[in-house]
């Protein structure tokens, strides 16, 4: 902890630099909106304050797009887990393969590399208290200011530089009143959840506390019928404790410490469709046996690389390539593996390469299994779970130096652990992760240090203020990461470890050219450091031989290397600029180009020795947008921007078998384009009642063929062209002051790719379809007394069956593994406000 230490020290020194006391206003915190209960007396739209470009700033009067949901507004719908947030935020997407990940997707850009053990460099960063960390599952809504989702590339305002976009999680800051509140609910599937905050004012204008937490418990909603488990259970328990400190009225001092603990009994993974005949993503394994050899003079499983326990047979029916061809890795018709790929293709000519060790019939019998079964239940004769341990100390300073200069520090510890089974192939049980009965025993890790300086200044006589700053990232596993699997016949444990470092400089400018118009843009340059090692060995200790995956990288030739590991460095110049025009005090029109960046890194363990390393990712994006407030008689407002985003060297991540484990492989596709619109709407016909939501397109596409998730003229995997919302809140007009509020949304996500764009070639679905889910709350404010609030509340009040996510690579597994969504979830709840 002796880092904790000094980056808390480096936060709390700025504290002692005095100086010359300036008074500056008491800062609100970024949760502060325009008070809707105030829409019973006149027709109006309020509000929501964002810090998209770190200070504050009324969302119309930011050119940017953005959307903001205040706690207020996450509560009203009925919002517990971030997956949630796809319903209320146009070209926002989140899915995952597991129910405890949470992959955002912004503008069709979302993931890094696949699977754990692996720093995952998303063009997506979520932050939480403006500090950059991975966050999913339950737990997180409690006592937020707002939840903001900023699209495009980001980078030269704060943190970490994206692709895609951020999704900022604003804790609440203490404040120097005496209040809080407690909150009780409780629903079907045993769900019950008790949330609490207190306000504490040690000490007026000098020191306060805020204390909150969340404890959740609800049963899994898919039954394994063999084992009796409900998966897919939503259990937490969560707290932070967030400190102010105010020595001076010029200096601000805020520490939060969080956690968040999650423990839950895995996912319900359903068994959608088979494929006996699958190639299995398999990368063939000539260096053992010399160039010269074929399936034919050594065997077919030991020519790939498998335990001879794994039998495959050539001229099983099938129409798709081996995986070394199908995902066009580099080198593979060329190189150290070029004569190999000329032996499978003579293999394969007569139908590919599939699996023999079970028959179609088992196959078969298990997809039936399945259809009979139903889209809540399963049949797998494993236990499984999830659990995740999240820590986090987050320590802010501000010193506002003068009326134009203020200094802003930001230093983070965030520590995260998790236990984990992964589960691929359902019954048929050839590819799945296991531990000794009774142990849970945690595999993965993150560990993370980052330091943020800003300085913050204006010179109000020409109209310009600008931030300067520098962020340092530092990422480790934080714990022994090893993952123990059964593997086509054997048992294989793979250790991963990796370190990251991330330094960047950035700085941004506004400057005010006339009356209404306005100029903003930045530049960043950002260096990044990257270590990666895989291990995968055998119960003895031994390297796992034969292994394709860990050749010499020297020499390309065996003998194997254990651990196998790489090193790289990339770096680039990052920058946007913008032009804004208040056309009217009531309408913003701008224009934004932006070049974002996001790190190469490694493929470990390698699929050939051209694949370990992957190229950074670039984008070119322009946004041209308009936010209005309209008087028609009645409250309008509409907000619509469209973009285009060019993509070089996109990076791709394509799952395969290699040397009989299941990892990533990520490409530089080449080229894509990613462009559409999105248009969010409020309207106000009368006193208490509104009418808002947003439509968007989104036409997200590869321009080579790059793999099975890449194809020229394939809308990118899980990006739907189409997602529309719509939400009516009335707010009834009761004597005195009590009212009651009635909320109800509708939301659309159109059909989705997967990223096995070979099923339809070979008769298999190979997209997820549109589904629409319908949610309501009733809430009762001051019900029985003051403070005292009650709620009825429901989620997907039709029950629609729909599709979110998982493994769905048949092609190359033989099954498709797949999640569904939450069925109807509904409950009541009763909260206590108070204050002094």
Known sequence: MGKLASGLCLSASVISFMGAAIPVMAQTGPADTADTRRGVGEAEIGDIVVTARRHEEVLQEVPVAITALSGDALAERSVVSVDQLRNFAPALNVSGQDRGDATFYIRGQGPGVLGGGQRNFTSVATYFAEVPTPIAGSGMFYDLANVQVLKGPQGTLFGRNTTGGAVLFEPTKPTFDLGGYVKGSYGNYDYHELEGVLNLPIVEDLLAIRLAGDYGRRHGFTRNVLTGQRLDSRNNDSYRISVLLTPTPDIENVTIVDSNYRDNSGSGQLLRQVYPAANLGILPNPLLFGPTATPETIGLSEFLGLPPSFNLTAGSPSSSYIACLQVALPGCATGPFGNAVAALQAAVVNGGLGL??????????????????????????????????????????????????????????????????????????????????????????????????????????????????????????????????????????????????????????????????????????????????????????????????????????????????????????????????????????????????????????????????????????????????????????????????????????????????????????????????????????????????????????????????????????????????????????????????????????????????????????????????????????????????????????????????GYSVATDLGTDAILAGEPRMYGVSAKYRFEL
């Not at 699929?607 to 992957?614: E, G, I, K, M």
């Not at 407030?629 to 799952?655: C, E, M």
Request: glycine letters at 10%; charged letters at 20%.
């Open 356 to 805: 023999s060790g079970l028959t179609p019939e088992q196959f078969a019998a298990a997809q039936a299994q399945q259809e009979a079964l139903g889209i809540r239940r399963i049949a797998n004769p494993r236990y499984q779970y999830r659990r995740t341990r999240d820590l986090g100390v987050t320590n802010k300073t501000t010193w506002q130096l003068s009326d134009d200069i203020t200094l802003k520090n930001i230093f983070s510890f965030r520590k995260e652990k998790t236990a984990e089974t992964l589960e691929l192939s359902g019954p048929l049980s050839y590819l799945y992760s296991f531990y000794p009965a009774g142990t849970k025993p945690y595999v993965r890790g993150f560990e993370q240090y980052t330091e943020e300086f800003q300085i913050q200044g204006k010179a109000p006589d020409i109209g310009l203020s600008y931030i300067l700053g520098y962020y340092h990232e530092q990422a480790k596993p934080g714990i022994r990461q090893a993952y123990r699997s059964y593997s086509f016949g054997s048992v294989v444990s793979t250790i991963q470890d990796y370190d990251d470092k991330s330094d960047a400089v950035f700085g941004h400018i506004e400057f005010d050219i006339a009356e209404g118009l306005q100029f903003s843009g930045g530049v960043r340059y950002t260096w990044d450091s990257r270590f990666a090692s895989s291990s995968k060995l055998l119960d003895d200790g031994t390297c796992n031989q034969p292994d394709p995956s860990q050749f010499d990288p020297a020499t390309g030739m065996a003998p194997n290397v254990c651990p196998q590991s790489a090193r790289a460095h990339f770096s680039a110049a990052t920058g946007d600029a913008t032009i804004q025009y208040n056309i009217t005090q009531r309408i913003l029109a701008y224009a934004a180009y932006r070049h974002g960046y996001k790190s190469g890194g490694f493929n470990l363990p390698a699929p050939t020795a051209d694949t370990r390393t992957f190229a950074p990712e670039t984008v070119d994006d322009i946004e041209l947008g308009v936010k209005a407030d309209w008087d028609i008689g009645i409250p309008l407002r509409t907000n619509i921007s469209l973009f285009r985003d060019k993509y070089k060297d996109i990076q791709i991540a394509q799952g395969v078998i290699s040397g009989g484990t299941f990892v990533s492989a990520v490409q530089n596709a080449g080229r894509a384009i990613n462009k559409g619109f999105e248009f969010e709407g409020t309207i106000v016909p009368f006193q208490g009642f509104s009418l808002s939501g947003f439509v968007s397109y989104l036409d997200a596409k590869c321009q080579v063929n790059a793999g099975a998730a890449c194809r020229l003229g394939r809308q990118i995997a899980y990006q739907p062209h189409w997602k529309y919302s719509i939400n009516g809140q009335y707010r009834l007009p009761l004597p005195g002051e009590t009212d009651v509020t009635l909320f109800a949304s509708y939301s659309f996500t159109g059909k989705v790719n997967t990223s096995d764009s070979n099923a339809s070639a070979v008769g298999l679905k190979d997209s997820f379809p549109g589904y629409g889910t319908f949610d309501a709350r009733i809430e009762w404010h001051d019900a029985i007394a003051r403070g005292i609030d009650l709620a009825l509340f429901g989620t997907n009040l039709t029950n629609k069956d729909y599709l979110v996510g």
